[in-house]
Nanobody
Framework: QVQLVESGGGLVQAGGSLRLSCAASGRTFSTYAMGWFRQAPGKEREIVAAIYWSGGYYADSVKGRFTISRVNAKNTVYLQMNSLKPEDTAVYYC????????????????WGQGTQVTVSS
């Protein structure tokens, strides 16, 4: 079982960049798929990006702007967010599941506490 702690959120102007980090505890990090999700006020939690061994999945709304990556030696997954838009404002969560990635919120059994990202126009 892993435990997750996100960091890197904050306030940024539209067009700016942020990098979120998610540090995981445990010795089996490399066997987990990692996902980044976000939840805006009044909206359901949604997938942003996911990664397993390599490559990844991106929601259409972030393709070409966000990049997910992981460094297994550091037990860390990142979300580089460029060209941020006000509609990217949300609490961002990282999540872990054994095996290949999934786009389904309910597939992920381990979640971080979330980090707030606010993009001003």
């Amino acid at each position: 079982q892993v435990q997750l702690v996100e960091s890197g959120g904050g306030l940024v102007q539209a067009g700016g960049s942020l990098r979120l980090s998610c540090a995981a505890s445990g010795r089996t990090f490399s066997t987990y798929a990692m996902g980044w999700f976000r939840q805006a006020p009044g909206k359901e939690r949604e997938i942003v990006a996911a990664i397993y061994w390599s490559g990844g999945y991106y929601a259409d709304s972030v393709k070409g702007r966000f990049t997910i990556s992981r460094v297994n030696a550091k037990n860390t997954v990142y979300l580089q967010m460029n060209s941020l838009k006000p509609e990217d404002t949300a609490v961002y969560y990282c999540a872990a599941k054994p095996g290949p990635w999934s786009t389904e919120v309910r597939s992920y059994g381990t979640w971080g506490q979330g980090t707030q990202v606010t993009v001003s126009s």
